[in-house]
Every structure is written in structure tokens, then in C-alpha cells.
């Protein structure tokens, strides 16, 4: 899975250099925005994936599933 940061890049690029620092707060944070035009209720999001879209690799190595999923 690729995690991605969304946002405009003059508040991300001193955290992408290095330099910069990240906030981290609950997820429910955000519904209780004073500004309405802010406020997004993150916690009722609701993703759903096909299998076929994830795929796991370590140190660039594609691990095939079927290989995790099997009892030997």
C-alpha cells in the first residue's frame, strides 16, 4: 500500500526535506473543527479494496499472498 501526504506543497516540503515536523491528533479531531468549511468527519470513512490492488513488498521485493496465506 502506498501511504501518500495530501496537502499544498509551501506546508509539506520542510517535512518531505527533513527539516520540518509532523502534527499527529486523534482522527476525530478534525469533525470538531470550530471553522465548518474545515471540519471532516474522517471516522465513518469507509474504504473497501479488491484483493488484487494490495500488494505488499519488503525492501522492494514483491511478496506474493498466496505465500502468506499457506499453512505448511
Not at 502534527?23 to 488484487?52: G, S, V, W
Amino acid at each position: 500500500m502506498y501511504k501518500y501526504l495530501y496537502g499544498k506543497w509551501k506546508y509539506l516540503q520542510d517535512l518531505v526535506d527533513g527539516s520540518g515536523q509532523i502534527r499527529l491528533c486523534d482522527i476525530r479531531h478534525y469533525a470538531r473543527l470550530e471553522n465548518e468549511n474545515m471540519q471532516d468527519d474522517e471516522e465513518i470513512k469507509h474504504f473497501e479494496f479488491t484483493p488484487e490492488s494490495i500488494k505488499i513488498a519488503f525492501a522492494g521485493i514483491e511478496v506474493n499472498p498466496d505465500d502468506l496465506n499457506s499453512c505448511s
